[in-house]
């Protein structure tokens, strides 16, 4: 959820995938690092939706290790990335996120 717009207040404010659709991981940049997914919608000519994440710099190795232990082991049936407006992580190398969900080809 993007604090600066407030709770679920417009579209993609809130996304929820299952692991199903998880198709990976690539870094960005030294602070952002992508998630991405079979597409959501119907976005003509989209191979991924693509998610990112605000990161530590250089800190990308540890929060996909915490992103994949949670896929793996949670017995919670959702895994919380990020939500800034109750400030939870999966990781304290998460510092922010973008609900804008892209698509990627």
Do not use: Q
């Not at 600066?4 to 207040?9: H, L, V």
């Not at 693509?50 to 915490?66: F, P, R």
Request: hydrophobic share 40%; aromatic share 10%; net charge negative.
């Amino acid at each position: 959820m993007e604090a600066a717009s407030g709770p679920f207040d417009t579209l993609d404010d809130g996304v929820c995938y299952p692991v199903s659709r998880f198709a990976g991981f690539g870094s960005i940049d030294s602070t952002s690092l992508g998630l991405y997914f079979r597409p959501m919608k119907d976005d003509a000519g989209a191979t991924f939706d693509k998610v990112d994440l605000t990161v530590t710099s250089d800190k990308h190795k540890a929060v996909i290790e915490a992103i994949v232990d949670a896929m793996s082991y949670s017995k919670d049936p959702f895994i919380i990335v990020c939500d800034e407006n109750e400030s939870v992580f999966i990781h304290p190398d998460v510092t922010a996120c973008v609900n804008t969900i892209t698509a990627a080809n």
